[in-house]
């Protein structure tokens, strides 16, 4: 998978409102994202990927793990569930490529190891190809 997005993040004690406008000062930041997402047949899977984040002219880079849920409806439209967040998409004729972005604006929690959180709006898509046939 790979893919990009544009946030805005403020600390979790200070966050948005109803209407997604902060309730402070807010850090604009941009990252993009290459990896691997692994769908189970159960409904579960895994993500380990590495992010490339610039703000305020610097960057960084972190490598994340989660574990997924997803389900697909009759019409073909995945939701898949991770820690932190919900993204849906559609699965391209044959699952050969899937298009995953948030159905509607979310605060995202993030906590970080060392105790900080933040709230987070991004903006973005991932755009996922299949690699191997042989879970089919």
């Given at each position: 998978m790979t893919?990009?997005?544009d946030c805005i993040q403020n600390s979790a004690s200070i966050g948005?409102?109803?209407?997604?406008?902060?309730?402070?000062?807010?850090?604009f930041f941009a990252t993009?994202?290459?990896?691997?997402?692994?769908?189970?047949?159960d409904g579960t899977g895994?993500?380990?990927?590495?992010?490339?984040?610039?703000?305020?002219?610097?960057?960084?880079t972190s490598d994340?793990?989660?574990q997924i849920t997803y389900s697909i409806d009759p019409g073909g439209k995945?939701?898949?569930k991770a820690v932190p967040g919900t993204s849906s998409?559609?699965?391209g004729e044959g699952a050969r490529a899937i298009v995953l972005a948030p159905?509607?604006?979310?605060v995202l929690t993030v906590s970080r190891s060392n105790g900080t959180q933040f709230a987070r709006i991004c903006n973005g898509s991932l755009i996922m190809t299949r690699l191997s046939d042989d879970d089919r």
């Open positions: 893919g990009a997005s948005f409102d109803s209407n997604f406008l902060p309730k402070g000062p807010v850090v993009t994202v290459d990896g691997v997402m692994v769908f189970r047949a895994t993500v380990n990927n590495r992010s490339f984040t610039v703000d305020a002219g610097e960057g960084t994340i793990s989660y995945l939701s898949v998409g559609f699965i159905p509607a604006p979310t």
